[in-house]
Every structure is written in C-alpha cells, then in structure tokens.
C-alpha cells in the first residue's frame, strides 16, 4: 500500500508557491517540484529569461535537481508535480529520467507534449494525472500575460 | 551570400572529436558544436553518466553555452552541428531557442525527432541538414556498445 501522507492538492501548492516565485521574478510563471516518499526533494521555477537559457524550464532544472539530491538519474520513484503540462523538451527529459508519477496543472494548448498524439513522448510506465489545481496555474499565467501587455 | 569558408563537413568533424570525448569518458558518444558566423562559439559531449542527469545531452550544453556566450536565447544566426539525430528531448530544445540551421550526422532510428511524423517539432524556420558523416558517428555509437556488452 502507498503511503499518502500528502495530498497530490498539498504538493500542487507547492508547486505553485514556485509559479508565484517566477511571477515575482518576472518569468513566466511555472513551477515545480519533485517528490520522492512524501519529501520535496527538489524545487524550481522557470529561469529562461534571467539566465538567457531556453532550457531552463522549471522541469528540467527539477528533474536536475532530484538526480543529484538522489545520486541516480532515474526517478522511477518519484512524482514530478508542474503547475503546467509541460512541452515537448521537457517531455523527453521525463521520459528519460523514468519517472514515476507526473501531475500538472493547467493544461498548455500550444505547446503541451499531448499535442502528440501519435505518439507516446513519456516512458510508458509513467503515469499521468492533469489537471490538478488547474484554475490557480492557468489564471497566474493569464494574468503574466496581460501585465505583459 | 553566405559566406562559407569551412564546410559542413570541417564542422561535423569538429562535433565528432566531441563525441570521441565522450567515448574516452565512457558516455554515449554524442558531440556536438554550435557555429555563428563561421566560428565554433560552443562544444559539448554528452554527460549524463558523470552528471548523473539525463538532460545532460550534448545538444542541450551546447544550446545553453551558445546562448551563454550571445548573451541571448535566441539562436537563429546559429548552425548546430550533432553527430546523432536529435532526441525529442533535444528537438524541443532547438526548437524554443529557434534554431537557424540543424545539421546531423547518423540517424537513430529508435529515439530521434523524426519518429514524430505527425507532428513538426522544429521551428518551422529551422533548417535541418541530415546524415553529414553519418558513418563515422554512427560507428562510434555502435563500437561504445559493443565495447559495454
């Protein structure tokens, strides 16, 4: 039996504290973290602007982050929660890393790996779960966008 | 009109030293270099068994090092040069930093971008020049896993 001390809600939060973290920073607002046995194990937030870097989604400085807390790449054991359904790059790192578990929040219609769908991106063991906290991680995007504006 | 002092081979050839540093190293021989008006501005080779980090492909180093040494994102001025098909991962990668031109050595038939038929990963600007030296660096690939059986 899984232990579940925390709700996939309690860690999406969390996540979202990091969204607001990006907000703040004046990035686009995606965050995530890495659970591993209902510990945080790595946090991040979306940093391609202040480090000129498209690679610095907030799921791949996590899934970074997680391997080197834990000392393997792979994360067959661990629930990545991202507070938007992440893109094709960063997909492929889930993929690679293995993971366990992948809960995002509001969906990206433009750019979210789902628009695949002849193909399968992810490791076929992961397994999904979307659209948690949905409203809070699409609505602090929006709301980006139209200071941006 | 473009101004072509070295080929696209001299630039392969300089990835594929890349990917002999990976092989010494016992990583999966991929290299790669970026190029911005004819000077190598990036080098890198896969790391993801010292770095214990499946994101630490050769590709995505040298977009982030590229980038680094512009002082900006975008690299659409820029020719990346890889010795294997880019992964999905990878694809993403190129395609958020809008790539000017992909050039790539040997295929790989089970993990590249070009699985995904349905769906056009790369900007839609990005051109992509496939199987320069392909069999070189597919050899290297081949010999490193017959070197690990």
Redesign the interface.
């Known amino acids: 039996m899984e232990l579940s001390i925390f709700s996939h809600d309690h860690f999406m939060r969390e996540a979202f504290k990091e969204a607001q973290r990006a907000f703040d920073a004046d990035e686009i607002p995606v965050g995530a973290i890495v659970v591993c046995d209902n510990k945080i194990i790595a946090r991040a937030h979306n940093l ?1 602007e202040r480090l ?4 610095a989604h907030a799921e ?1 400085q996590a ?2 982050s997680a ?2 807390y834990l ?4 994360l067959n054991e661990c629930t990545l929660y991202v507070t938007l359904e992440p ?7 889930i ?3 293995q993971l366990g578990k992948l809960v995002y929040g509001a969906p990206d219609t433009k750019r979210g790996f789902n ?5 399968k ?1 992810l490791h076929p063991k992961t397994e999904v779960i979307a659209g948690m906290l949905s409203e809070e991680c699409g609505e602090i995007i929006k709301l980006f966008f139209q200071k941006k504006r």
């Open positions: 391609t000129n870097d498209v690679t791949m899934i970074t391997a080197n000392g393997g790449k792979y893109c094709v790059m960063c997909a492929g790192a993929a690679w890393a628009l695949l769908t002849e193909n991106v």
